[in-house]
């Protein structure tokens, strides 16, 4: 199902009127969401300094809590760059939260619909116009009950391979300490503490040159993702799984396409 025409229309015309307002939107999330991070927790970065300080980049993490976009959006831009997210389409629906999202560019993402390759275009142009684009290859918050990664989505591997850009694996823990989703509690107190560990630019040199068939490009997703199940193990100090969790089986699955 293509997006509605009428919510088309409303973008747009939100855009028209705000997207030149960029500094000021950005200036209210920082205002925001920077109080918000330290009141909620004490942020470790380690590896911030693979953050390029300028050109495009694709960072690729896990995915555990609704508040992880807020997190890592502070994370990026105390790096001095300003992250792009793939979100939901259907926040583009709530009026102040629209606003925002357009200010900062940030890209709706049309699961399900006809509208699903646009999502993939915007990241495109975004990456070749020298944006950080911050992407969460689970596609949504993970259902593993442990935490660890599911298995990627491929438009991590899509992106990467069609752009020439460093594609940086990163793994962030703590977040669904604060709020866990799925079990719907929210634990403010006591303070906890949100360790991030970004890794250094993957090696896809193997995998550019050629038109990518459909075992390359799983096998760039899995590549990614994998490397951010590393990073996340580090932080853990446990051993990671040696398979994505596949949700649709109920248990650990294997590292094969979704």
Do not use: C
């Amino acid at each position: 199902m293509a997006e509605p025409r009428s919510l088309r229309r409303q973008r747009r015309k939100t855009s028209e009127k705000v997207r030149g307002m960029g500094i000021f939107w950005l200036g209210l999330a920082r205002w925001v969401f920077y109080p918000l991070t330290h009141l909620l927790a004490r942020v470790r970065v380690r590896g911030a300094h693979n953050i390029p300080a300028e050109g495009s980049a694709l960072l690729v993490l896990n995915h555990v809590s609704h508040l992880d976009p807020i997190f890592d959006a502070v994370t990026v831009h105390r790096s001095a760059r300003v992250p792009r997210f793939m979100a939901k389409n259907s926040l583009w629906n709530l009026p102040l939260v629209r606003n925002v999202l357009v200010g900062v560019e940030q890209i709706p993402v049309y699961r399900g619909t006809a509208d699903a390759r646009k999502s993939l275009r915007e990241a495109h142009s975004g990456l070749e116009n020298g944006k950080v684009l911050v992407i969460y290859p689970d596609g949504t918050i993970t259902k593993d009950p442990d935490g660890w990664p599911m298995t990627p989505k491929v438009g991590v591997a899509r992106l990467a391979l069609a752009n020439d850009i460093p594609v940086i694996p990163a793994a962030r823990y703590g977040t669904r300490e604060i709020y866990d989703h799925y079990n719907k509690k929210f634990r403010p107190f006591p303070r906890k503490t949100v360790n991030y560990v970004i890794g250094e630019p993957l090696d896809l040199s193997a995998y550019r040159g050629e038109e990518p068939d459909v075992e390359t490009i799983r096998a760039v997703a899995n590549l990614a993702m994998g490397r951010v199940r590393e990073l996340l193990g580090e932080i853990r100090e446990e051993q990671p799984p040696t398979a994505f969790y596949a949700p649709a089986r109920k248990n650990k699955g294997t590292d094969g396409a979704a």
